[in-house]
């Protein structure tokens, strides 16, 4: 059974630096492209950042472009976000999915974890 | 503004058949494939359709995906109470770099 468990979120101010991690477990980890999408509460999905299964390709979306760096731990069957410069815009549901193949562009979001909260607010 | 463009809300009677659209540009659909996501209230989103008209193993064939041009068509026969919930769109967008979905839109079965 594929999971995906995000954690890292919490309540912090504006300008503050968070890291979140995705551990993956029930798939090959490193066959599959890895993403990140949030989630405003009552809103719709914004994809925020994805990585090729080798990390040789990474995409972000311009919201976050410059302020939050995807990465990966094939090793460790791990994805992470490290986010800087947080935003009250940034406040979400953050969830990880891995995608159907292995590289960027994205060809479908396959399973999805069941998302961790940042609230970001002074 | 979503790049992708839906309509905010269906509805049907259980039973019934419904569609939903999803309209883009040749950046988006016109050029990638894409893919339909469910959305039950409180939970995260699951993948219903991908490469257009493909189903993931377990999706029942009440789930139907097409495409032509710049739009997509997601369709749902048979409709239950439990089909209650929001479906998005979602392509790479090749001028962008970036996954885009739609607004979503939220299906009632009255």
């Known amino acids: 059974e594929v999971q995906l468990v995000e954690s890292g979120g919490g309540l912090l101010q504006p300008g503050r630096s968070l890291r979140l991690s995705c551990a993956a477990s029930g798939f090959i980890f490193d066959d599959y492209a890895m993403h990140w999408v949030r989630q405003a509460p009552g809103k719709g999905l914004e994809w925020v950042s994805g990585i090729s299964w080798n990390s040789d390709t990474i995409a972000y979306a311009d919201s976050v472009k410059g302020r939050f760096t995807i990465s990966r731990d094939n090793a460790k069957n791990s994805l992470y976000l490290q986010m800087n410069s947080l935003r009250a815009e940034d406040t979400a549901f953050y969830y990880c999915?891995?995608?159907?193949?292995?590289?960027?562009?994205?060809?479908?979001?396959?399973?999805w974890g069941q998302g961790t909260l940042v609230t970001v607010s002074s | 503004q979503s790049v992708l463009t839906q309509p905010p809300s269906v509805s049907a009677a259980p039973g019934q058949k419904v569609t939903i659209s999803c309209s883009g540009s040749?950046?988006?659909?016109?050029?990638?494939?894409v893919s339909w996501y469910q959305q039950l209230p409180g939970t995260a989103p699951k993948f219903l359709i991908y490469?257009?008209?493909r189903r993931p193993s377990g999706i029942p064939d009440r789930f139907s995906g097409s495409k032509s041009g710049t739009s997509a068509t997601l369709g749902i026969t048979a409709l239950q109470t439990g089909d209650e919930a929001d479906y998005y769109c979602g392509t790479w967008d090749s001028s962008l770099s970036a996954v885009v979905f739609g607004g979503g839109t939220k299906l009632t079965v009255l």
């Open positions: 999915s891995n995608d159907i193949e292995g590289l960027i562009p994205s060809l479908g979001l396959n399973h």
């Open positions: 040749s950046s988006n659909i016109g050029n990638n494939y």
């Open positions: 490469k257009n008209n």
